[in-house]
């Protein structure tokens, strides 16, 4: 009895190990920003990065590179500072950390719209009610396989927000920097929204690969016509 307990251990030990090894190992580099979002500052590549390789090991399919790790090698090497991620460098930094995918982010599009709707209540420097906000942001996501150096997957990613009355606080994004104050606000909620977008995207094409890409085809039409929608080609 005692050898089949250690036997069946074994087996779930081997079983657990083969799971790990077959999970993309991918690295998240530093977001850069192309939009005009006037909360983009600092670090606050750096913070969507962790909250994008956070949401990404929350999956469980995926091994994600430290964000400590990566940083050190970047460093180091002199690699994608500020964001300015290239296709080049994808290889050199596969090799040193052991990743397989690198995952590149961009902020391509930001919009916000705040109306004041009347009967309002302002005490403390708190307002309560009389204006609503919205907010909406695209990020471009670009997937490299860093042993060949093509890109695997490409996709604009959309995330939006509307809120309406209080703010009566501010908490933490669970990454810290410089974003952590604007988690609760329409910027914060929107960007949040498209980065577990992104994340449930990957996980899509990357592991799942069971039908679920058809939604996010989807979207993509829809984000695709209503861009078409805005032109005025004469």
């Known amino acids: 009895m005692k050898r089949q307990v250690i036997a069946l251990f074994g087996l779930a ?12 190992v991918v690295a998240v580099a530093e977001f850069k920003n192309e939009s005009t979002a006037g909360w983009w500052h600092g670090g606050v590549g750096r913070d969507l990065a ?6 990404l090991a929350s999956t469980g399919d995926f091994s994600v590179v430290e964000r400590s790790k990566l940083e050190a090698v970047l460093e180091e090497q002199n690699l994608m500072a500020s964001g300015r991620a290239e296709l080049s460098d994808a290889a050199k930094l596969g090799k040193l950390t052991g990743a397989k995918y690198l995952v590149m982010g961009t902020v ?8 004041k709707d009347g009967g309002g209540l302002s005490f ?24 060949t150096g093509r890109l695997e997957f490409v996709r604009t990613i959309e995330g939006a927000s509307k809120s ?17 104050s604007e988690e609760n606000t329409p910027a914060g909620k929107a960007v949040r929204s498209a ?3 992104v994340a449930d995207y990957l996980d899509c094409v990357m592991v799942k690969q069971d039908g679920c890409k058809a939604k996010f085809d989807a979207a993509e039409q829809r984000r695709r016509e209503k861009t078409a929608g805005t032109l005025d080609i004469d």
Do not use: H
Not at 13 to 24: I, K, M, S, T, V
Not at 50 to 55: C, P, Q
Not at 164 to 180: E, H, I, N, Q, T
């Open 13 to 24: 030990l081997c079983a657990g190990q083969a799971l790990a090894q077959d999970r993309p």
């Open 50 to 55: 962790g909250l994008l390789s956070n949401e």
């Open 108 to 115: 391509s599009s930001y919009e916000e719209d705040t109306k």
């Open 124 to 147: 403390g420097g708190i307002s309560v009610g009389g204006k609503s906000a919205s907010a909406y942001v695209a990020i471009d996501i670009r997937v490299v396989d860093t042993t």
């Open 164 to 180: 309406k009355g209080s703010r009566l606080g501010v908490s933490k994004w669970g990454v810290g920097g410089d974003f952590a």
């Open 195 to 197: 980065v577990v977008m």
